[in-house]
């Protein structure tokens, strides 16, 4: 398993620069973040894209489902005005131009696997061939989507996949075993002191989404909470600029 840092970028350096464009990314690096954690799915021609909702409206000037776009057409959208005037131009990554951006910056990345509309397991398919020419970045996938964690176990079971929720399950070890998970990423307010005992004392990797506050930033790597997704690393990093030693449990 590959070691995941103890803060990742949430959608890139999203609080200062427009989630899940290559302008994230690079703030992000600058801001001292070694990961950045990004949305992909597929355009309607099936190729991969960065992009988080199921359409185009709240982060581009285009309209309708991103899987009614074909890439040529969804290259041609802004992907930064909506966010600001400087950022105006921005597009909408592919994955791609992704992996080349990381391999320069020398970061790696959390990809979740968001089919929202597409098929999950072309997506899957999609994915494992662009990193199949990215083999030294280190990559963690992650995904909501049982099926996409499953097709990954199955046809890169070398790639390292996290099981994706918003509340832990009762039963969650046997179902982490059946899928055959190397992490579980959560949403920090599904988790207790207890619950996350359970999962570090299993020694399974743990990953919260999305925490801006310094302070329960601190609280989770207190519970032993390995990584936190955050919209905002030049504030993590600068308050907790190495992994706090309590995480080593
Ligand atoms: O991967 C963590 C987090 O990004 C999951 O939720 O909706 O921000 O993609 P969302
Ligand atoms: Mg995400």
Redesign the pocket.
């Known amino acids: 398993m590959i070691e995941i840092p103890h803060i990742v970028a ?2 890139g350096a999203s609080i200062e620069a427009p989630e899940n464009t290559i302008a994230a990314f690079r703030v992000a690096g600058a801001r001292g973040a070694k990961w950045i ?1 990004c ?1 992909v799915t597929l355009s309607s021609d099936d190729k991969c894209v960065l992009i ?1 909702d199921e359409t185009l409206e709240r982060t581009t000037n285009g309209t309708g489902p991103i899987h009614q776009s074909d890439l040529a057409s969804l290259r041609t959208l802004d992907a930064g005005g909506w966010f600001s005037d400087i950022y105006k131009g921005e597009r909408i990554p592919t994955l791609s131009d992704t992996l080349e951006t990381l391999y320069y910056m020398e970061m790696g990345a ?1 990809l ?1 696997i ?1 089919p929202s509309g597409c098929d999950p397991v072309r997506l899957c398919h999609e994915v494992i061939a662009e990193l199949e020419r990215a083999r030294d970045l280190p990559i963690l996938i ?1 995904s ?1 989507d049982d099926i996409a964690v499953a097709e990954m176990r199955k046809h890169a079971p070398e790639i390292p996949c996290g099981w ?1 929720l918003e509340t832990l399950p009762k039963d969650w070890k046997a179902e982490y075993a059946r899928l055959g998970a190397s992490a579980i ?1 959560i949403d920090h307010a599904a988790l207790t002191p207890v619950s996350a005992a359970e999962i570090v004392d299993a020694g399974v990797p743990l990953v919260c ?2 925490i801006n506050d310094v302070e329960r930033a601190k609280e989770l790597f207190s519970w032993g909470v390995t990584s936190v ?1 955050t919209d905002d690393p030049a504030k993590l990093l600068t308050a907790i600029p190495r992994r706090p030693f309590a995480a080593h449990r």
Request: aromatic share 14%.
């Open positions: 949430h959608r954690e949305d988080h959390n979740e968001k992650s909501f994706l990423h989404y999305t997704i």
